[in-house]
């Protein structure tokens, strides 16, 4: 995008070193995309639209079956804050700029829920990874993620600490990850800078320092809408596969000597 294409993507196999189970594989296919002058709603548009071309060409209905429960997948699709569902889900007001001793207070005396997180930003998002995430069913864009855990997407301009990115999620699995990128090249030096240290520190998602990505926005990147799709989580669903291994065409797998 930097080197003047402002629409790219590209449909391919990532490798991870993650563990293994039913919806985690090392392999897996993903669909990213870049668009420039664009923003979170853009691509949270775009994305519902390639998702309603697919299933509406597959002629299968908007009822989605999978793993035993039953999901609908009709348009449009709900956007929620993370914060709108953390406050709802524990019936304390939560917002961008709470004072994280009074919400941790509340929490412990209502709910008995204690946090090593050092702003409110982490604690929502602690609470939404371990309360809410795997409760989702039908197909839900959670947005307002803090900057804590989005070193690549843009800080909202009206509310200090959140992002401008979103999350799809569906049958409590996360299916899509999306943002404004990030063009400020100052500012994502300092954000990697903090993840470097969270990695060396044994916190295995947090990204590495990037020289050369820092350099490339020197040179100037537009406003622009990023895209992570998982392609075998979506046609896990629509398949109703409960194995990631099921749907990947050529699997690795184990020798048999």
């Not at 295995?204 to 075998?232: K, N, R």
Request: proline letters at 4%; glycine letters at 6%.
């Amino acid at each position: 995008v930097i080197g003047g294409f402002e629409k790219v993507f590209e449909l391919g196999k990532v490798f991870r070193n993650e563990g293994i189970d039913l919806t985690h594989s090392p392999e897996f296919t993903m669909m990213e995309s870049y668009e420039a002058y664009t923003d979170v709603n853009g691509v949270m548009n775009m994305v519902e639209n390639m998702c309603k071309y697919i299933i509406e060409n597959l002629d299968s209905g908007y009822e989605v079956k999978y793993a035993g429960k039953t999901a609908d997948f009709n348009f449009p699709w709900e956007r929620k804050s993370m914060f709108e569902l953390v406050s709802k889900k524990f019936s304390v007001e939560i917002s961008h700029d709470s004072n994280l001793d009074d919400i941790k207070t509340k929490f412990e005396e209502t709910h008995n829920i204690t946090t090593e997180s050092k702003t409110i930003g982490e604690f929502v998002f602690e609470l939404f990874e371990n309360h809410i995430e795997h409760e989702i069913l039908n197909p839900l864009f959670v947005t307002d993620y803090p900057k804590e855990v989005s070193p690549f997407a843009r800080e909202n301009k009206e509310k200090q600490g959140i992002t401008e990115r979103f999350e799809l999620f569906a049958f409590g699995s996360e299916l899509a990850n999306g943002f404004s990128e990030l063009i400020d090249p100052r500012d994502q030096e300092e954000r990697l800078k903090t993840q470097a240290l969270k990695k060396a520190e044994g916190d295995e998602e947090a990204h590495v320092q990037d020289e050369d990505y820092i350099e490339a926005l020197e040179y100037g990147l537009p406003p622009t809408g990023g895209l992570g799709f998982g392609v075998d989580r979506f046609v896990m669903m629509l398949t109703n596969n409960e194995s990631i291994r099921e749907v990947i065409a050529f699997p690795h797998i184990k020798p048999e000597n």
